[in-house]
Nanobody
């Protein structure tokens, strides 16, 4: 069974940066699509960044140019570097891994989540 453990959330002022990390176990899942979803209060959960099985990153328009997703297969770690944070980035952030061994994060497993709060 897959385990996804996030860390690095917290409170930051608008314009600041945070770095989220996720440990993925077993490491086999790092070969498939891995990424990040988020859910803001009163809104649906949305995918914001992913690395497909071919290694290409993909971003939602709302975070493109500000967030960077990366993975380290040697340590089974997925990272989300978030810069120039905005109040609307406030949400619970979830690490995800594709459940079907697919190239894209369509059906995913979720971690427990880590809260990111951006004060304006």
């Amino acid at each position: 069974q897959v385990q996804l453990v996030e860390s690095g959330g917290g409170l930051v002022q608008a314009g600041g940066s945070l770095r989220l990390s996720c440990t993925v176990s077993p490491g086999t899942y790092m070969r498939y699509c891995v990424g990040w979803f988020r859910q803001a209060p009163g809104k649906e959960r949305e995918g914001i960044a992913a690395i497909n099985s071919d290694g290409r990153p993909d971003y939602a328009e709302s975070v493109k140019g500000r967030f960077t997703v990366s993975k380290d297969i040697a340590t089974n770690t997925l990272t989300l570097q978030m810069d120039n944070l905005k109040a609307e980035d406030t949400a619970m952030y979830y690490c995800v891994a594709d459940a079907n061994g697919g190239s894209r994060c369509d059906t995913v497993y979720y971690g427990q989540g880590t809260q990111v709060t951006v004060s304006s």
